[in-house]
């Protein structure tokens, strides 16, 4: 039996961080822990591109456009969608984890997902670097063990069947 699984390593990789600027004191501290978490398991500081978008809206766009490009090991994404007083929250986030979870299926690329969907800022505030740790680097993290499992996969050769011939 084989038995397949990722390591969180860089090394040789290339990765984009695509950060929503919305909520930019939150989204600031996520895609730096991104950064950090990718370079500190062996990614080039240069074979990281951050890409910044207005909000979370816009982040399956930019995602699919770095995704396309086939530049990339993984796209990392992150951003920050605080409850208001409205149901915007709700379209927003779901639309946005939707289309994410949509592109990681079409281009069979990892995607690590880092966006926040919190009811208030402090509870952001917590998952950016404070109490609840950094879910920018979680994202990160997720990103580069599922870039190297596909690796593995992909190197891996598959079973030969007899066809019966010759």
């Known amino acids: 039996m084989a038995e397949f699984i990722g390591t969180p390593d860089g090394t040789g990789r290339r990765f984009a961080v695509v950060g929503s600027r919305f909520n930019e004191t939150i989204t600031t501290k996520l895609v730096e822990g991104a ?10 500081f240069d074979d990281v591109d951050v890409v910044w978008v207005p909000g979370a809206w816009e982040l399956p766009a930019a995602a699919g456009r770095l995704l396309a490009s086939d ?24 639309e946005a984890s939707r289309g994410l979870a949509d592109l990681q299926r079409d281009y069979a690329q ?3 997902f ?9 509870q952001a505030e917590a998952r950016a670097g404070g109490a609840h740790g950094n879910k920018g ?24 069947e007899d066809d019966g011939e010759g």
């Open 35 to 44: 950064v950090d978490c990718l370079v500190r398991h062996g990614a080039a």
């Open 71 to 94: 530049r990339y090991d993984a796209v990392i994404a992150v951003g920050a969608v605080i409850r208001g007083e409205t149901p915007h929250f709700d379209f927003v986030a779901g």
């Open 110 to 112: 990892p995607i690590g």
């Open 114 to 122: 880092g966006l926040l969907t919190t009811d208030t800022l402090a």
């Open 137 to 160: 680097w979680d994202a990160a993290l997720a990103a580069l063990e599922m870039a190297d499992l596909f690796g593995r996969l992909d190197a891996a050769s598959p079973h030969e």
